[in-house]
């Protein structure tokens, strides 16, 4: 995924950079009957396209400066790069029918070429503000702490990955000073100090996490299928987790 961001933001420059010096290459313009040529603002179009694939090269660079982040969250990845190409799209769009000479075939065409760019502009803040306000909401859900409760002989994980789990299904229980190394993230999040979902070990075992990496301690739990690693917040919510699972363990 590093290599992939770098690559389509290079791309997207030189693309951008080529598209100014050869503005035959641009695809709409390329077609035009020369008549119509005449009329489109080609430097305007060229100026614009190039900003704007300067602009998304720009953004595709900058996920790749902050991969770890991104990738800690493969929805907010995807939902960027679906942002960030949409955006390519309706900004070409745009900039197509600005320059493309409305206004010279009379007050009609000119209205609708404006009601066009204006529905362009009004979709393109729509699609921005909705990846926005995703990656806001991920990001804050990623930053909460799961709640972790026992009640009733039932561990309680409150949020995304979590579930209802039977004391009586534990087969071991233990507390450690250090979490283990996990080697990769199979579907969960890591973000700031927390995380949550499906690893795996450096042993490839499968696992799930709700983690806050305070300095410890941490709980691991095992069934005859999972094993779990949990803490709270706070070394004193964690130690008083640990009392009320040794105690529905009895």
Same mark, same amino acid.
């Given at each position: ?7 389509t ?5 030189l ?20 008549? !119509? ?9 060229? #100026? &614009?396209?190039?900003? $704007?694939? /300067? =602009?998304?090269?720009? *953004? ?7 991969? !770890?982040q ?8 995807? #939902? &960027?790069?679906?942002? $960030?190409? /949409? =955006?390519?799209?309706? *900004? ?26 204006? =529905?362009?502009?009004? *979709? ?5 503000v ?28 409150s ?9 009586e ?12 190394v ?14 949550k979902g ?24 095992r ?11 706070t070394?004193e919510?964690?130690?008083?987790l640990?009392n ?7």
């Amino acid at each position: 995924m590093l290599l992939t961001s770098i690559i389509t933001g290079l791309i997207l420059i030189l693309a951008g950079i080529w598209c100014y010096y050869n503005p035959n290459m641009i695809k709409p313009y390329r077609n035009l009957p020369p008549s !119509k040529k005449a009329v489109v603002d080609i430097k305007g179009l060229q #100026w &614009s396209l190039l900003w $704007i694939m /300067v =602009a998304g090269g720009v *953004a595709f660079l900058l996920m790749a400066v902050f991969h !770890k982040q991104l990738t800690a969250h493969l929805d907010v990845y995807t #939902w &960027s790069i679906i942002g $960030i190409a /949409v =955006a390519i799209v309706i *900004a070409s769009y745009v900039a197509t029918i600005r320059h493309n000479g409305y206004g010279k075939g009379g007050d009609a065409q000119e209205s609708r070429g404006e009601r066009k760019t204006s =529905a362009a502009i009004i *979709a393109s803040a729509v699609i921005t503000v909705v990846v926005i306000a995703f990656v806001v909401v991920v990001l804050a859900k990623a930053d909460k702490p799961s709640s972790i409760v026992v009640e009733e002989g039932t561990l309680h994980i409150s949020g995304k990955y979590g579930g209802d789990f039977p004391m009586e299904q534990f087969v071991s229980m233990k507390v450690l000073n250090e979490m283990p190394v996990m080697r990769m993230r199979t579907n969960g999040s890591s973000f700031k100090n927390k995380s949550k979902g499906h690893f795996l070990t450096k042993d490839n075992e499968s696992c799930l996490l709700f983690v806050t990496y305070n300095g410890g301690p941490y709980v691991e739990l095992r069934t005859a299928n999972n094993l779990i690693y949990l803490n709270c917040e706070t070394r004193e919510e964690t130690e008083e987790l640990i009392n009320e699972l040794k105690g529905a363990m009895k």
